[in-house]
Nanobody, 115 residues
């Protein structure tokens, strides 16, 4: 099983990024997919989630209206479009796959929002 994130980087406040997470080794369409973030000294927290069919989504209040989660089951990929980025969005972003008791994590990608 592998979850490989990409798309992080350094961006100025107000800028945008699109994170990608490519999955392998499991039946992707069966799994709910989520993005979490962890800032230095803080606990990992849920940012956004999407159901297996892509027809249900959840967003943390802090990102509603700015971030959008989507998935392409044909490509085994989940995305996080991040707009209007703020310095407080700076964190390592992790991809998560969950199906019942089966939970997998990616290695994370750093997002830094700074001038």
């Amino acid at each position: 099983v592998q979850l490989v994130e990409s798309g992080g980087g350094l961006v100025q406040p107000g800028g945008s990024l699109r994170l990608s997470c490519v999955a392998s080794g499991f039946t992707f369409s069966k799994y709910a997919m989520s993005w979490y973030c962890q800032a230095p000294g803080k606990e990992r927290e849920l940012v956004a989630a999407i159901g297996g069919a892509g027809d249900s989504t959840y967003y943390a209040d802090s990102v509603k209206g700015r971030f959008a989660i989507s998935r392409d089951n044909a490509k085994n990929t989940v995305y996080l479009r991040m707009n209007s980025l703020k310095p407080e969005d700076t964190a390592v972003y992790y991809c998560n796959a969950r199906f019942g008791n089966y939970v997998y994590w990616g290695q994370g990608t750093q997002v830094t929002v700074s001038l």
